[in-house]
């Protein structure tokens, strides 16, 4: 399929999503949204991990607000029937995601960086729950990821105040996975893109479900679905595999099943 406002490349089972229209700081609108969960869900039929990043100088700046006014605006609607299922693809994606975070963050696209499965940040990067600036609460799940990832404390200022988060300061709070110098940043996230993209594939699906229920389910539930999902895990190839290197002392060659 032809893209208009994202781009989509496939190498070595690494599909780069990057986010691309440059002049708007990669502002979403109805066509970007349509298509990033369009992408997503194709992609994660091939690829073995899927890398979200940003053309230009920012990853995403969230709503396009130009050309609209506030009242022709139908926040609910949009949400509900745009936004929604682009992260839904987004966090039910069959193979891990990287969010990589190449520059400013603000608003929807804050919170479409935080729903990837790990975000990597450049230490030039921000992240803005512009929200309150304009009389809105923070949506597109940050009101759900924020206080999770770091705390009620945390995510209550940053929603309120609307301050930029610091690459650095994301990291250390537990918002993100880690923030990296800005020399070196592509080739840091290539070769984390690459070790996913060998990896066990199967184990890494249920790595991402078990993990996502455990904010939902009892201890008790969480242990079963635990037991249940290992076992499965046990009888894949890659277990076999993985059993194999380690007794002969060499590196595994995955194969994702």
Known sequence: MDYETITLEERDGVATLTLNRPDKMNAMNAQMRAEVQHALKDAGTRARVIVLTGAGRAFCTGQDL????????????????????????????PVPTIAAVNGPAAGAGANLALAADVVIAAENAYFLQAFSRIGLIPDAGGTYVMPRAMGMAKAMGA????????????DQWGLIWEAVPDDG??????GRAK??????????????RVIR?????????????????????GKTRDFQEGVMAFIEKRPAKFEGR
Not at 66 to 87: F, H, N, T, V
Not at 185 to 190: D, G, P, Q, R, W
Not at 216 to 228: G, S, V
Request: net charge negative.
């Open 66 to 93: 130009g050309g609209a006014s506030a009242s022709d605006l139908d926040l609910e609607r949009i949400l509900r029937d745009e936004y929604e299922p682009m992260l839904e693809a987004l966090a039910h994606c």
């Open 195 to 208: 070790h996913l993209a060998e990896g066990p594939t199967a184990a890494y699906n249920t790595i991402k």
């Open 159 to 170: 929603a309120l105040f609307a301050d930029k988060i610091s690459a650095r300061q994301a």
């Open 185 to 190: 940043f592509a080739e840091h996230v290539a």
């Open 213 to 233: 229920a455990s904010w939902d389910n009892t201890e008790e539930e969480q242990l079963a679905m635990e037991a249940r999902e290992q076992g499965a895990c």
